[in-house]
């Protein structure tokens, strides 16, 4: 029964809704006024709908009754414009009624009283996606933990200077007259003739030296060809009047090689060649044929070019490009009178404010006035300040500036009202002190003794 009751009650409220908005309609169209000749569309007239299922009443005929909605003789029922029952939800962008921080020109923080139209809303419904805001930092500079992945291409580029033979280099060494006579070699006062066999391929050896009949061992590292060509050919002079020398490298860059052997993945799950290191506490990386490279400080552009230099002096033909892997992991400490303390990771730009939610918000009895921040500065020197967040977190302060951005390593500490500071005192002193030592009834009667409670 009064289920029913309400039901009707809501069943006039809504007909006598819809007769007035119809009533004004009529009016506004039917009075003669200066704008009695505007279409209903450019005045946005609003039709009577079902207030259960907001769909707009048909306008068979003016006295059309449908679902308790009534319309009255002689007016007109608009159809498809706008509905009565529809939420105020305009289309974006679109803005309301708020505070800017901008407003206070950077002259100092400004209050509820600044309030005016700002741009709110941009998306609509795709509004948690967020602005393209502009970047957290104008340029990213690697620190310790950060890890990298460093890719390597072979360039194939013409060297600046002359090629040095190295260390595993295979060459041909050829005499184009030597084969078709005798060597000269005295022994005594007579010269022997000897079969040619000057003609070879061989392998520098590590200690950078090559064998060849009758001279032995060669030093030929370090050296171009055409310099151990001309050093052979002076040397071999003594066993053919004209040697007639030729070195041809075969192979040659094996350091390349050997360094693009190291980093092949293309076998692996990462694929291509690359490796992936960490940058140490030392603020530096280790990189295979090149060592230790310091990046502390760097961007992955600065870094690029301090590798690319020295696998320019030592190994040529190969270039690299960095990429962020993974950024070192960032913390943050809340501790003090919150609901849950502890080391909280920075996953983005976080405030004070942001932080104290990541704690489970603060408790009973906490100092919101009284908010400190401590924090360690690029030199370790240590840094502290106090904030005031009570006006923020209570609503009273739209946009304040007290509300800063924490960094790696902030500790924020939310301090004791001083009535909880003397709670603890009481709890500390009589409670814990001097009532768990004597009774309660004995401290209470100390001095009464023998007297009459009359």
């Known amino acids: 029964m009064i289920h029913l009751r309400n039901r009707s009650r809501q069943w006039l409220a809504d007909a006598a809704f819809g007769t007035a908005i119809a009533a004004a309609i009529s009016h506004e169209t039917t009075t003669g006024g200066a704008d009695s000749t505007r279409p209903m569309a450019a005045a946005a007239p609003l039709p009577v709908v079902d207030a259960e299922s907001a769909v707009p009443l048909a306008s068979g005929s003016a006295n059309d009754v449908r679902d308790g909605a009534l319309a009255e003789p002689g007016v007109q029922v608009i159809k498809n414009d706008v509905r009565l ?14 505070v800017d921080s901008a407003a206070g020109n950077g002259c100092g923080e400004v209050g509820w009283d600044s309030r005016g139209m700002i741009p709110w809303e941009q998306f609509a419904q795709g509004e948690y996606i967020g602005h393209a805001r502009t970047p957290q930092v104008p340029e990213y500079r690697l620190r310790e933990a950060d890890v990298i992945t460093v890719y390597y291409r072979r360039t194939r580029e013409e060297l600046s200077r002359p090629y040095e033979l190295e260390v595993g280099d295979r060459i041909r060494v050829e ?14 006062n007579e010269t022997v003739a000897t079969a040619d066999s000057i003609s070879r391929e061989l392998v520098i050896q590590p200690d950078g030296t090559i064998t060849l009949p009758m001279l032995g061992q060669v030093r030929a590292t370090r050296r171009t060809v055409p310099s151990l060509r001309d050093e052979l050919e002076e040397r071999y002079k003594e066993y053919f009047h004209v040697p007639s020398i030729t070195v041809t490298p075969m192979v040659v ?8 052997n190291t980093v ?56 690299v490009t960095l990429v962020l892997a993974k950024r070192a992991q960032r913390f943050i400490y809340v501790l003090g009178e919150v609901a849950q303390p502890g080391r909280f990771e920075l996953q983005g730009p976080t405030t004070a404010m942001q932080g104290i939610a990541l704690a489970g918000g603060w408790r009973i009895g906490s100092n919101l006035r009284q ?10 020197r240590l840094m502290a300040t106090m904030l005031d967040l009570r006006g923020a977190l209570y609503g009273r302060r739209p946009v304040p500036a007290d509300d800063i951005w924490l960094s790696d390593s902030d500790i924020v500490l939310v301090t004791k009202s001083p009535i909880q500071q003397v709670d603890e005192v009481i709890e500390q002193v009589f409670t814990r002190g001097l009532y768990s030592v004597m009774p309660r009834e004995a401290l209470w ?3 009464f003794v023998g007297e009459s409670s009359l």
């Open 264 to 319: 092949d993945s293309r076998a692996g799950v990462a694929g291509g060649l690359q490796i992936q290191v960490t940058v140490t506490p030392a603020g530096d990386i280790q990189l295979p044929g090149i060592g230790d490279v310091f990046v502390q400080s760097l961007t992955l552009a600065e870094a690029k070019q301090e590798i690319d230099a020295r696998y320019g002096a030592t190994i040529p033909g190969v270039q």
């Open 445 to 447: 009667n100390v001095g």
């Open 85 to 98: 029952c529809q939420a105020l939800s305009p289309a974006s962008p679109y803005p309301i009624w708020g």
């Open 371 to 380: 908010v400190v921040v401590f924090r360690r500065g690029p030199d370790w």
């Open 175 to 188: 005499s184009l007259t030597a084969g078709s006579g005798a060597a000269i070699k005295p022994e005594g």
């Open 253 to 260: 860059n094996t350091k390349l090689e050997d360094l693009l």
